[in-house]
């Protein structure tokens, strides 16, 4: 059996999986949490013992998932909303335990979201998209986007990951949604991670109520709102669809992909999915344009799992 593993890396939790290379299966999968405030030493030790605990001698590769965009040369992130893995020379820390393997072993990197998507195509929406229309995942165009605390997106062509030369393809959050919008941390304004993630629905729906409430209902409270059919709760679910539909709509008008796959917290709302195809095709440039878009059909163990996957290009 040839077994990869895959680590999924970000601000909050480190996962790591055990993968069946041919069936893309898990077979073991365990979690820590980051606790990044500790600095980069802690979570690097809790990043080599998972590994570890899961390295045997029939694994023949790490996939690495961080939360940033990754140079593909270098393999070190280059930016994104968790610092403390900036720069950071992971693969020469990781190579240390498998030393002891052949020449043959290696360790890929690639931003979470990608690695995302890439699980989809191949254990989730993509096997959908297989059912319906025949298509196998390697010869899929797919995006995946991310909303959850922030919003991420990873671009698959023909069923491998489009990176971009220097590792920055697929930063759809950073892509201005709303002329002289809100400021992002990024520097710029407008950006879509600022309306679509998790954070951006609780300030606007507590921006309507101008403050007056004790405590900041979540994301996951402002859909329950929603529900029991509270007005301020339909009003701000509707702006964000609204939002998010401007948004699949114009990324395929640049990429005419065969279908969008949503993931992260704000995916679990199915009230986000009513209608969503037909708003999204009304931002299309080619009449009765109706993109195709697909809740995620894996957990949110999804990141862990592409990161395994991601030796799938060699």
Do not use: W
Not at 123 to 143: D, I, V
Not at 222 to 245: C, N, S, T
Not at 283 to 296: A, E, V
């Amino acid at each position: 059996m040839s077994l990869l593993i895959g680590l999924d890396i970000g601000g909050t939790k480190i996962e790591a999986a055990l993968v069946d290379k041919q069936t893309k299966s898990v077979i073991d999968r365990k979690r820590v949490p980051t606790e990044r405030q500790k600095g980069y030493d802690q979570a690097l030790f809790k990043i080599q013992d998972l590994v570890s605990s899961l390295m045997n001698d029939q694994v023949e590769g790490i996939g690495v998932g961080l939360p940033g965009s990754v140079h593909p040369m270098t393999k070190k992130m280059l930016t994104g909303n968790t610092a403390l893995f900036v720069g950071r020379d992971l693969e020469k820390d990781l190579l240390n335990i498998a030393s002891n393997k052949n020449s043959h072993f290696s360790i890929l990197f690639d931003n979470d979201a990608n690695c995302f998507a890439l699980a989809e195509t191949y254990k989730g929406a993509g096997l959908s998209y297989y059912k319906e229309t025949n298509t196998s995942p390697e010869k899929q165009n797919a995006l995946g986007i991310i909303l959850g605390t922030g919003c991420g997106s990873g671009i698959i062509i023909q069923g491998q990951i489009f990176s971009g030369k220097n590792g920055g393809a697929g930063e759809a959050g950073h892509t201005e949604l709303i002329t002289g919008g809100a400021p992002c941390y990024c520097g710029r304004s407008g950006c879509a991670e600022q309306y679509l993630s998790g954070p951006a629905l609780e300030a606007a729906f507590n921006n309507r109520l101008y403050s007056q409430i004790e405590k900041r209902p979540s994301a996951k409270e402002v859909f329950e709102l929603y529900r029991q059919e509270d007005p301020i709760a339909i009003a701000i679910v509707k702006q964000y669809k609204q939002h998010l539909a401007k948004f699949i709509g114009n990324l395929n008008n640049i990429l005419d992909l065969d279908y969008f796959v949503l993931g992260g917290g704000m995916s679990l709302a199915d009230e986000i999915y009513e209608g969503l195809e037909e708003l999204a095709s009304r931002h299309s440039f080619i009449p009765g344009l109706r993109p195709r878009i697909y809740k995620h059909g894996l957990s949110d163990g999804a990141g862990s799992l592409g990161a395994a996957l991601l030796h799938l290009k060699k």
